[in-house]
């Protein structure tokens, strides 16, 4: 999928041609520049062929070197992002909050619901799925999803206490289903929790892990 790669310095810009995928992946450090770049002369106006000449790259990247000065370009700038792109990638999100939802949310009558019924209140819902793990932006997406078809998801409260050592290694990990934390006097910490009952097991593996077993666990029944 071909689009452009593109920044301005000195008032001027500096464009590309790219193949998408590969300019994402060099854009994190990864990929292959030689495969990314698809022009063979660095542009002011890609659309009008006005080059960018050798004094204005000298000047700007401290390189006229045509592979590092595409790199600088993909790096620092902007890898403009297509239609096509974004909706794929939409869809792809959609996809995993439909398996998690299938897998973890019933309806009125404790009844799981098909994904092909998902996707649609996904969509009339108009649901944004942020770039985030699923599960903690859940309470918003069913909150949104409520208002087109009854859906819940059984939860387990737990209470958490996790020794003052580890309480930097965990934060983020319980911070995403907290409801209530009191720091001890000792530097512990307790949380009171919310846990998607499809994942518990999930979320005490990875609390163990990052405990190493020293976080003491307890089911809260309602």
Known sequence: METTARITKGGKHYEILVDLDEALKVKKGEGNINSAV???AVFHNIKSGERAGESDLNKEFGTVNFPEVC???IQQGEVVLTSDFMKEEQEKKYKQVVDFLVSNAVDQNSRPYTPDRIM???KEANVN???KPIESQVSEILEALNKIIPIKMEMKKVKIIVPAQHTGQVYGLVN???EKEEWKENGDL???LNVPAGIIFEFYDKLNSSTHGSAITEEIKE
């Open 38 to 40: 698809l022009t063979e």
């Open 71 to 73: 790199l600088k370009i």
């Open 120 to 122: 649609s209140a996904l």
């Open 129 to 131: 799925v942020k770039n």
């Open 176 to 178: 995403e289903y907290k």
């Open 190 to 192: 307790e949380v009171i």
